[in-house]
T-cell receptor, first 113, second 113 residues
Framework: DGGITQSPKYLFRKEGQNVTLSCEQNLNHDAMYWYRQDPGQGLRLIYYSQIVNDFQKGDIAEGYSVSREKKESFPLTVTSAQKNPTAFYLC????????????FGQGTRLTVV | KQEVTQIPAALSVPEGENLVLNCSFTDSAIYNLQWFRQDPGKGLTSLLLIQSSQREQTSGRLNASLDKSSGRSTLYIAASQPGDSATYLCAVSSAGNNRKLIWGLGTSLAVNP
């Protein structure tokens, strides 16, 4: 089945730790995105990538980092610099940056303990 | 600056009713508009995408319309079922080089048996 796979589904982080969220797609899409979802707020864009080895900051990139070494993979690292990391994180992809029909993974819920 | 508003924020209806969810946007220069469904704790599922040149799209019991001049889209759900209970989100992709998706906060729908 074609789609986007996020793992893990639930993730717990201690204060001061970096954690990495995985996102893999087999849709052959060029563009990939990371969003953060908090109660009462719309989806906010963290980072996006239009092509392999390229990525751009979104609206709330501080405290996060990404890489795009392979077309299929776009991992997100939540660093210790992110002061309020507890949230639901969603990965998405689209054919390219022009064709913006977005397809989403099932999300990762990150909790700081 | 594009802003997207969804009204109502929550809706509760008895099974079998036809219902309309609203999405309004402030800048009519859009590339497309997408409707998504989100179940609690899950990712987003794409329902319908309307290109800026289209007036409506249909999929099964769902019909989405677009009126760019008035900055409105409606999602019509016919013969609602308890399985339709979810949050419905709309997102607008702006015309021009920056195709970033701008999100509404969603309408939480409960269909009661």
């Amino acid at each position: 089945d074609g789609g986007i796979t996020q793992s893990p589904k639930y993730l717990f982080r201690k204060e001061g730790q970096n954690v990495t969220l995985s996102c893999e797609q087999n849709l052959n899409h060029d563009a990939m995105y990371w969003y953060r979802q908090d109660p009462g707020q719309g989806l906010r864009l963290i980072y996006y990538s239009q092509i392999v080895n390229d990525f751009q900051k979104g609206d709330i990139a501080e405290g996060y980092s990404v890489s795009r070494e392979k077309k299929e993979s776009f991992p997100l690292t939540v660093t210790s610099a992110q002061k309020n990391p507890t949230a639901f994180y969603l990965c998405a992809s689209s054919i390219d940056r022009v064709n913006t029909e977005a397809f989403f993974g099932q999300g990762t819920r990150l909790t700081v303990v | 600056k594009q802003e997207v508003t969804q009204i109502p924020a929550a809706l509760s209806v008895p099974e079998g009713e036809n219902l309309v969810l609203n999405c309004s946007f402030t800048d009519s220069a859009i590339y497309n508009l997408q409707w998504f469904r989100q179940d609690p704790g899950k990712g987003l599922t794409s329902l319908l995408l309307i290109q800026s040149s289209q007036r409506e799209q249909t999929s099964g019991r769902l019909n989405a319309s677009l009126d760019k001049s008035s900055g409105r889209s409606t999602l019509y759900i016919a013969a609602s079922q308890p399985g339709d209970s979810a949050t419905y989100l709309c997102a607008v992709s702006s015309a021009g080089n920056n195709r970033k998706l701008i999100w509404g906060l969603g309408t939480s729908l409960a269909v009661n048996p």
